[in-house]
C-alpha cells in the first residue's frame, strides 16, 4: 500500500490525477482487448508491480527511432518504466556506462539473469556482409545469437528488426533480414511493427507479460493480435469519405480541408495491419491520417518496396 501511494504522489507531482492514470489503465486495457474487469489489475502493474523483470535492449541495424518513440511514452514515463517496473540492465541510448563497461553490463546481465530476462531488439542484421554492423568487435548476428537464446521472451520492436524495415529495400546489398528469420526463431519472437512503432503496443505486450505471465496472442507475422488484428482503414474515421467515395486528389485541395479519404493520394491503410487510428501517436494527440498524411504502410513486410512509389494509389 504504501508503494502505491508513493505512486500516486509522484504522479500527482507531475500534474496528472489519479482519475486521469485509470482513464490510461482503461485504455490500455481495452487496447490489450481484456475486459474492464482487469482495469484495477493493469493499475497495479504501475502502481506496486510484484517483480522488476530485467530487460536487455540491443540495438542493431536501426536509426534509434524505436527508442526515441518509446522514450517519449506516457503512462508509465520512461523514467517510471525504467525505475519501477522494469530493470533495464543494459540499452545503449539511455545507459551511463560506455566502452568496456557496458558490455561488462551486458555479459553480467546475461549470466545473472540467464532464462530471466526480457530481451528486446533494435534493428535489422546484416546476413550477407555480418561486417556491415558491429558492437564491440562482434557482428550482429553473433550479438544476436549470444544473447537471445538465453532470454525468457524476446520483443522485435519495429519493422527492422521484424522484417529488416529500411535496411532491407532493394537492392539490399548487405542482406539485412529481420531478427526472427536471421535466427530461424520466426514465431517465436514477439513482432512490435512500425516504423517507429506506437509505445503502447510495447507497454501493452510487455503488462500482458507481467499480469498474465505469458506474452500476447500473435498473428502469422508474430505480431501481437491486439494490435494488429485489424487493418487501418477498418477503423479510418475517414471510411465513410471512401464509402461514399470523397476522394482527396490532390494535397491542399478543398477535399483534403473537409478531410476527405486519402486513397488516392497513396494511403495504404487498407493494406495495413496496426491500431494507430485508435491508439495514435504522442499520447493519443494524432496520428499521421489525422494530420492529412495517407498512411505508408509501414508496419508490413519490406513496405519501402511493396508500398512504394509513395502519394500514388496503390
Known sequence: MEKEKEFYERLNAKGVSRRDFMKYCTFLTATMGLSSSFVPKVAEVFAAPKQRPPVVWLHLGECTGCSESTLRSMYPWIDELVLEILSIEYHET???ASGDQAEENLHNAIKKY???FICVVEGAIPLKYPGYGRVAGKDFIDIAKEVVPHAAATIAI????????????APNPGGYTGLGEALGMEGKIVNIAGCPPNPI???GTIVNYLLLGKLPALD???RPLFAYAKTIHDSCPRRSHFENDEMVEE????????????????CRGPETYNNCAVAKFNDGTSWPVEAGHPCIGCSEPQFWDNMTPFYEEL
Not at 160 to 169: E, L
Not at 251 to 266: I, R, T
Open 158 to 169: 519495429g519493422s527492422c528488426a521484424n522484417f529488416g524495415g529500411i535496411p532491407a529495400a
Open 114 to 116: 540467464d532464462g530471466k
Open 94 to 96: 539511455i545507459m551511463t
Open 201 to 203: 503496443n510495447l507497454v
Open 220 to 222: 502469422d507475422l508474430g
Open 251 to 266: 494535397f491542399g485541395s478543398e477535399e483534403a480541408a473537409l478531410g476527405y479519404c486519402l486513397y488516392k493520394v497513396g
